[in-house]
Nanobody
Framework: QVQLVESGGGLVQPGESTRLSCAAS????????VGWYRQAPGKQREWVAR???????TYADSVKGRFTISRDNAKNTVYLQMNSLKPEDTAVYYC?????????WGQGTQVTVSS
């Protein structure tokens, strides 16, 4: 089992940056991959970015070049650096851990991009 706790986000102006953190309750080496997803009001949850245990990263086209996923193995934490934020990035952001046949979700953190 894995507990995930997201933090960061809040209210950000368009064009600015912020960083989200996802702290895991156990070593992220033992987790196949960690991903970030987001869900805007009235929309389905969508995948944003993913990092594997081997360090391979992938991104949704909508955030490629603006968002960067990374991890700190010593802190068992995965980050999502979000730059050049747009109002359409407003959503609740969730991290998700893939462990074999099971997946685990965090509780989510709100990011609002507005002037």
């Amino acid at each position: 089992q894995v507990q995930l706790v997201e933090s960061g986000g809040g209210l950000v102006q368009p064009g600015e940056s912020t960083r989200l953190s996802c702290a895991a309750s156990r070593s992220i080496f033992s987790i196949n991959a960690v991903g970030w997803y987001r869900q805007a009001p009235g929309k389905q949850r969508e995948w944003v970015a993913r990092i594997t245990s081997g360090g391979t990263t992938t991104y949704a086209d909508s955030v490629k070049g603006r968002f960067t996923i990374s991890r700190d193995n010593a802190k068992n934490t995965v980050y999502l650096q979000m730059n050049s934020l747009k109002p359409e990035d407003t959503a609740v952001y969730y991290c998700h851990a893939e462990t074999g046949f099971l997946g685990y979700w965090g509780q989510g953190t709100q990011v609002t991009v507005s002037s």
